[in-house]
């Protein structure tokens, strides 16, 4: 297995940056996660667009050309061999003492790592939906920004697992749901309207909500751009996440209580394997 660090192929487990890495010690950094399905990567101009955006938030240039970085990814790709994983990149300030200004002269650090993934969703997560629950959300004021200072998803994620769930959904202190600690979250109402929050610093603009936003307009379904609370999705009809390594993967419980009739729908069933035929249609990696 192969990684990439700063212009060169290593062995995955000799890959390392220093210890004074901007990215270690103040979360100085930021990433994407762009997931291969045979031999393709899925939205990849998306995740390479947010990136330069995240990147432009913190005052960072490009560590190379974009076409550079995707050419990069391809390659590493290509030395381990996976048409079926997730691509990891991430970009840090640099190496510099520590101080909390940004350093007068230094070079990014680049950093990407690539997964073989088997499957991406387990059958029974497919045919039950799978579990949330819910917590505050206490994150900082600049969620649009997909930095690797990831705390709070960190701490939401392994309460999750700790309560048996999948994922957690952020609550806003107004009470509304802002998203998943790794995923974009959506309900499909009684109405059969699909919603999921509007984009604003509350939230990251994922590039699959993006897609799939896309895919439902295509086929005709109603969207709405707007929050919505816990008891407005345990009434709803179908809830799902999603996110590069989910797709639109079903919800069928929230804290413990089912949401609908408790099973995973139609409209969720139709998105993720629109997003999948829209993947499968592009040109191979
Ligand atoms: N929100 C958060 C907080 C996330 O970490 C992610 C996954 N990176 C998403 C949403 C989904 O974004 P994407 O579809 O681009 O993976």
Known sequence: RWAYVNGRYLPHRQAAVHVEDRGFQFADGVYEVVTLLDGRFADLDGHMERLGRSL?????????????????????????????????????????????????????TLVMTVK??????????????????????????????????????????????????????????????????????????????LVTRAPSQKILNGITRLSLLRLAGERGIPVEERSFTVEEALAAREAFVSSAGTFALPVTRIDGKPVGEGKPGPVTRTLRQAYLDYVAAGVPS
């Open 56 to 108: 432009s938030e913190l005052r960072m240039d490009w560590p190379a050309a974009p076409r550079v970085v995707t050419m990069i990814a391809r390659e590493l790709v290509r030395r381990n061999g996976v048409r079926n994983g997730s691509l990891y990149i991430q970009v840090t300030r640099g190496v510099a003492p520590r101080d909390f200004k940004f350093p007068a002269s230094v070079s990014a």
């Open 116 to 193: 073989r993934v088997t499957a991406f969703a387990k059958p029974e997560q497919l045919e039950k939906g799978v579990a949330v629950v819910t917590v505050p959300d206490i994150r900082w004021g600049r969620c649009d920004i997909k930095t690797v200072g990831l705390l709070a998803p960190v701490l939401a994620k392994q309460q999750a697992a700790e309560s048996g769930a999948y994922e957690a959904w952020l609550i806003d202190p107004d009470g509304t749901v802002t998203e998943g600690s790794s995923s974009n979250a959506w309900i499909v109402t009684q109405d059969g309207v």
